[in-house]
């Protein structure tokens, strides 16, 4: 049993920053994958960043430059920096880590319940 967590959501002004994060607790042998998600109003959920065990990263195009993603492999803990907010990046946000656990054989992917983060003056 693997529960994920995310803080960090509010409501900002357009240009201003937000640092969301995300901590698992549970079982946890290791944790490969992690990333954020978001859903937009109206939108289907995206992709946003992601991270892999050796720090690769990737982002989707809308945020390059703008958001950094990074991880604490000892606190089970992954981040999203969000610097030069949008109104366009409004959205409830999503952690998700692939987890290597007891009782199984392969990684299972967790989700947290989401943060909501509202871009707006």
């Known amino acids: 049993q693997v529960q994920l967590v995310e803080s960090g959501g509010g409501l900002v002004q357009p240009g201003g920053s937000l640092r969301l994060s995300c901590v698992a607790s549970?079982?946890?042998?290791?944790?490969?994958?992690m990333g954020w998600y978001r859903r937009a109003p109206g939108k289907s959920r995206e992709l946003v960043a992601r991270i892999s065990r050796d720090t690769s990263t990737n982002y989707v195009d809308s945020v390059k430059g703008r958001f950094t993603i990074s991880r604490d492999n000892a606190k089970n803990t992954v981040y999203l920096q969000m610097n030069s907010l949008k109104p366009e990046d409004t959205a409830i946000y999503y952690c998700k880590m692939v987890v290597l656990e007891l009782s199984r054989y392969s990684g299972m992917d967790y989700w947290g319940e989401g943060t909501l983060v509202t871009v707006s003056s």
């Open positions: 549970g079982s946890i042998l290791s944790i490969h994958t």
